[in-house]
């Protein structure tokens, strides 16, 4: 049988940041407390836990990568949430919000995860914020926490 190489739910001693943006605040900010919840229940630390605000998702990449380039954090965690309207604005912040967030992780080498929800409803924003079932910044979180661990252990 292969040797199998997970990684664990303990972020004690990790350091995480979090950007997040300010734009469908209502929302985002429900997705924040979860990423919060989530790192706490994992044994990090208030102390060892940094959030930036972004005016939006556009601007998320910018800001994950000046904070990956610091290398103060063990992983980034990006935060925001993207609502269809009338117009093709959706698709392009959602677009390269996306690319981005991928583009940073990539060149960075450090774990940076996208919590960034595409919907194309209030409704659905408010299902994925958590109001239902699932908060997307509370898996984002442990996604950073299982990926810090994961490189701890390659």
Same mark, same amino acid.
Not at 74 to 97: K, N, Q, S, W, Y
Not at 104 to 124: A, K, R, S
């Given at each position: 049988?292969?040797?199998?190489?997970?990684?664990?739910?303990?972020?004690?001693?990790?350091?995480?940041?979090?950007?997040?943006?300010?734009?469908?605040?209502?929302?985002?900010?429900?997705?924040?407390?979860?990423?919060?919840?989530?790192?706490? /229940?994992?044994?990090?630390?208030?102390?060892?836990?940094?959030?930036?605000?972004?005016?939006?998702?556009?601007?998320?990449?910018?800001?994950?990568?000046?904070?990956?380039?610091?290398? /103060?954090?063990?992983?980034?965690?990006?935060?925001?949430?993207?609502? /269809?309207?009338?117009?093709?604005?959706?698709?392009?912040?959602?677009?390269?919000?996306?690319?981005?967030?991928?583009?940073?992780?990539?060149?960075?080498?450090?774990?940076?995860?996208?919590?960034?929800?595409?919907?194309?409803?209030?409704?659905?924003?408010?299902? /994925?914020?958590?109001?239902?079932?699932?908060?997307?910044?509370?898996?984002?979180?442990?996604?950073?926490?299982?990926?810090?661990?994961?490189?701890?252990?390659?």
């Amino acid at each position: 049988m292969p040797k199998i190489v997970e990684g664990k739910l303990n972020a004690e001693g990790k350091k995480f940041a979090i950007v997040a943006s300010r734009y469908n605040d209502f929302i985002t900010e429900k997705l924040v407390s979860g990423s919060l919840d989530a790192l706490t /229940r994992c044994g990090a630390k208030d102390k060892d836990i940094e959030v930036f605000k972004v005016p939006g998702a556009f601007e998320i990449p910018l800001v994950a990568k000046r904070v990956a380039q610091t290398q /103060r954090f063990d992983a980034v965690i990006c935060l925001g949430a993207v609502i /269809r309207g009338a117009t093709p604005h959706f698709d392009f912040v959602a677009a390269e919000a996306s690319k981005g967030i991928a583009a940073v992780m990539m060149e960075t080498g450090l774990p940076v995860i996208f919590g960034v929800i595409t919907v194309d409803t209030i409704e659905q924003a408010i299902e /994925r914020a958590g109001a239902k079932l699932d908060n997307k910044g509370f898996s984002a979180a442990m996604a950073a926490v299982e990926m810090v661990n994961l490189f701890d252990a390659v």
